[in-house]
């Protein structure tokens, strides 16, 4: 009697848990099939925004990446340089899992980015290499003299990333035996590389294109650049003592951002007012630009399993819990709900994201692949939460594989818990798999820009993480993280000043200007509160006598005692123009000069940029028009 009393009741768990199991099984693999189903659309979601022949990209340039088709409400219908560089991270990790149909992509990547570095824009040129922090340019490549928030100084970064990422499969294999296909590439990584170890210290505007400051998302990726453009370089003897003597101070630099509890978005913001907590997707998002399936779970590198990025990942997540209408409901913790840019969003009333959903699943999976390689997962007390949130019965203490520890059991859960944030992407996906950006607070309706690219991208990148967890498909290849790397007991803030030449045996004009002038115009003007001061000319790079194209003076240091309104233009050496200044009435009305000043731009020094200051007196209004 005893004997069954005490069997009865274990057997009746062995057989609910036997039962639960396969119930467990049929889910996870449905959820496969439906994932299987989309990934289709999504990469051909991707394809079809490339130029010229892309079904969603027609009028665009060949060889460029548009962020969505949409024209109106948002107009999306540009290259952004960080969307493009995320995607292609991504058709490269497929091409590497066997696509071999997707190397024309990669191919074209690499053509247009060779061009873009070569555009002229707001942020500058490539002579001094500002130019390369632009984040956006029109689809027939040409510059976008808008308003902005720029520079945007992930871009460069995460473009080498992805060159790197192709360049070292390239090197590996053989398949570019001479080395000709990433000797060609390599100008461009170095650029970009350049870039990042002259600029890293300097703010710019964050990933979302709001915040001016430094963002944890760019360093980061800036971190990760110098680190595996570093290794790439000395494979191709070049020189990279630059990038080598930055990475330390960049790594210093991304610990300062960790607050206790979570990674901080944003700090250094110059923007008055600010106020957000910093718990943001750019974190989540940083997780998963860190991965290393090589690495340990290292809380520097914010690896995804790292009891940091665990901890930081529940807060993120939790903040989205009570503030949308459609996760109400949605038992409180250990379910995946829909989550979005930052609880503070409200741009299109600020709603959930597709790719940050997403991303929450994605470095889930990501910490998966890590514990099962290092064979061990330990909870601490910064982690404890999180996991007690997906385990309920958690503990500190490490787990290792295999005996009786509770290994396998918790990471189940994990995957449960990742696997729900997918289920809540699909379930409000629409019945034709379309991605747009985001889906409605209210009711999961579809919102903003349609068939966004990086939409597409992120479904694709999770449903690789995953499948790297649930079978045989194999991980991306390390990016070769230094272990156990030391944070410099002080910060640096350190700058290497670097040279910027076209790449064009990429594909960049022959003709592209590799030696420019800095030109700073001050120019005393009588301004009253609401009036502002342009400057357009004969050329491109000064708006081609176009006002909607003219560009903004600065009135940061214009005083009582100095009137004074600054341009600085980037501009070719030996170039010679014309240009005028105009005022803008807050009307609209426009007043203009009535002669046409000239400039002698002087010809290549030993030193790009060269620099110059040009001191002029405001002489309008003449004529006048309004907008
Ligand atoms: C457009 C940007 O792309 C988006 O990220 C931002 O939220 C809005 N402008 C509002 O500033
Ligand atoms: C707005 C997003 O905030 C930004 O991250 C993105 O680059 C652009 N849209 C284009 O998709």
């Given at each position: ?205 964050d990933l979302w294109?709001e915040v ?5 998302f ?44 979570y990674?901080v978005a944003n ?7 600010f106020s957000r907590s910093g718990i943001d997707a750019n974190t989540v998002l ?29 807060q993120y997540?939790?903040a989205f819990?009570?503030i ?15 989550t979005g840019r930052y609880a503070e969003d409200v741009y299109?009333?600020g709603n959930p994201w597709?790719?940050t ?271």
């Open positions: 009697m005893k004997f069954q009393a005490i069997l009865a009741p274990l057997a009746a768990t062995l057989f609910h848990e036997a039962s639960a199991n396969t119930f467990r099984q049929r889910q996870v693999d449905n959820l496969t099939s439906r994932i299987e189903a989309e990934t289709t659309i999504a990469l051909q979601g991707v394809l079809n925004n490339f130029g010229p022949d892309g079904s969603e990209a027609p009028g665009a340039s060949a060889e460029v990446l548009i962020a969505s088709p949409s024209t109106e409400n948002p107009n999306y219908y540009y290259t952004w340089t960080r969307d493009a560089a995320l995607t292609l991270k991504m058709v490269v990790d497929e091409f590497l899992h066997g696509k071999g149909d997707l190397q024309p992509y990669i191919r074209s990547y690499v053509k247009a980015q060779a061009i873009v570095q070569t555009i002229s824009n707001p942020s500058g040129a490539l002579g001094s290499g500002r130019g390369l922090g632009e984040p956006k340019y029109y689809a027939n490549l040409t510059r976008f003299n808008g308003d902005w928030g720029r520079p945007q100084r992930d871009g460069p970064a995460l473009r080498a990333t992805a060159l790197i990422t192709y360049s070292r499969y390239l090197l590996s294999t053989g398949i570019d035996s001479d080395g000709t296909e990433a000797g060609n590439i390599w100008p461009i990584i170095q650029n970009d590389l350049n870039y990042v170890a002259q600029y890293w210290n300097q703010t710019g505007f294109e001016d400051g430094s963002s944890f760019t360093t980061a990726a800036q971190y990760r650049a110098l680190n595996e453009g570093a290794a790439l370089g000395k494979q191709l003897q070049q020189e990279v003592s630059a990038y080598e003597s930055q990475a330390p101070n960049v790594f210093c630099f991304l610990q300062t951002f960790w607050n206790g509890n990674a700090i250094n913001v110059k923007q008055s007012g940083t997780s998963i630009a860190m991965f290393d399936p090589g690495a340990s779970c290292d809380d520097t590198l914010f690896q995804p399993c790292s009891s940091r990025a665990l901890a930081n990942l529940k997540i939790d819990r009570t949308y209408t459609i996760n109400q409901g949605v038992s409180r913790s250990g379910t995946g709900v829909a299109f009333g597709y790719l959903t997403l991303a929450v699943a994605e470095q889930l999976y990501d910490a998966i692949q890590q514990w099962s390689t290092v064979n061990t997962i330990t909870i601490d007390d910064k982690s404890l939460a999180f996991w007690q949130s997906v385990y309920p019965s958690a503990q500190t203490g490490s787990h290792t594989k295999g005996g009786y520890s509770d290994f396998t059991k918790l990471t189940d859960a994990v995957l449960a818990f990742a696997d729900g944030f997918v289920e809540t992407a699909l379930k409000y996906t629409p019945e034709n798999g379309a991605l747009s950006e985001q889906y409605s607070r209210e009711n999961g309706t579809a919102l903003s820009a349609h068939h966004l690219t990086w939409s597409y991208a992120s479904f694709v990148t999770m449903r690789a993480a995953r499948l790297a967890v649930t079978s045989d498909y194999g991980q991306v290849p390390s990016w070769g993280s230094p272990s156990n790397p030391k944070v410099p007991t002080t910060c640096t803030p350190g700058s290497v000043k670097g040279t910027y030449k076209p790449a064009v045996a990429a594909g960049a004009p022959s003709d592209a200007p590799s030696c420019t002038y800095l030109i700073t115009f001050n120019l005393n003007a009588t301004t009253s509160y609401g009036e502002n001061m342009y400057l357009f000319g004969n050329s491109s790079d000064l708006g081609g006598w176009r006002v909607s194209d003219a560009l903004a003076g600065s009135a940061a240091d214009y005083s009582d005692a100095r009137h004074l309104w600054t341009f600085t233009v980037e501009l070719p050496a030996g170039a010679e123009l014309e240009y005028k200044f105009l005022k803008k009435e807050p009307s609209g009305e426009v007043l203009y000069e009535a002669e046409n000043r000239s400039l002698a731009v002087p010809d290549c020094g030993d030193e790009s940029p060269g620099e110059q200051t040009m001191e002029e007196d405001w002489n309008g209004p003449v004529g006048s028009e309004t907008e």
